[in-house]
Structure formats: C-alpha cells, structure tokens
C-alpha cells in the first residue's frame, strides 16, 4: 500500500482507518482529504458515512472498491469528490 491508496476496515460494525507505517489517525485523515481534494475534516468524514450507508452490509472490500473509485477520478475540489463517491456507490448497487 503507498501514499496514493487508503483504506478501512471494520471492526465491531465501525469503519477503523488502515494506516500506513508509523501513521496517526490523523495523518490519515490528512492523507485521505488530499486524494479527496478537499479540506474540512467534516465533510472527508461525512463522505464515508454516505459511502458506508450505501452499502446494504458495509463490508471494507465495497467500502475500499468505493474510495479507490472515487481517488482513481483525481477529485480537485469538493462538488468533483461529491459526484464521485455518488457515481460509486451507485455502481456497487448494480
């Protein structure tokens, strides 16, 4: 896994951050607000949540299938991370 990837896991129901090495939670957070293209802590962590409500059964295979969606469209700003993570949970539902 490098700098360019994140991911989740689940444990007891809740998404837990994989982190990289030595890394913080909240270098994580960092990490994933600067593949995201945005910068609120709210609104990275917000856009989570949709992804995880999304699911039928949030498994971190589809969560992390849904981050790699969304950072694979290299968002520059909030309304490209908001269509993004839109166009992914849609597709895991067909």
Not at 44 to 65: F, G, M, Q
Request: proline residues 4%; glycine residues 4%.
């Amino acid at each position: 896994m490098n700098n360019l990837t994140i991911k989740v896991g689940i444990t007891d129901g809740k998404l837990d951050p994989c982190l990289l090495n030595s890394e913080t939670k909240r270098e994580w957070l960092d990490r994933l607000k600067t593949l995201f293209g945005i910068d609120p802590d709210d609104l990275a962590l917000s856009i989570l949540i949709v992804l995880t409500r999304a699911c039928s059964k949030p498994e971190a295979v589809t969560i992390n299938a849904m981050l790699a969606q969304i950072i694979a469209g290299q968002p520059r700003d909030v309304q490209e991370t908001i269509l993004l993570a839109q166009m992914a949970s849609t597709a895991q539902r067909i």
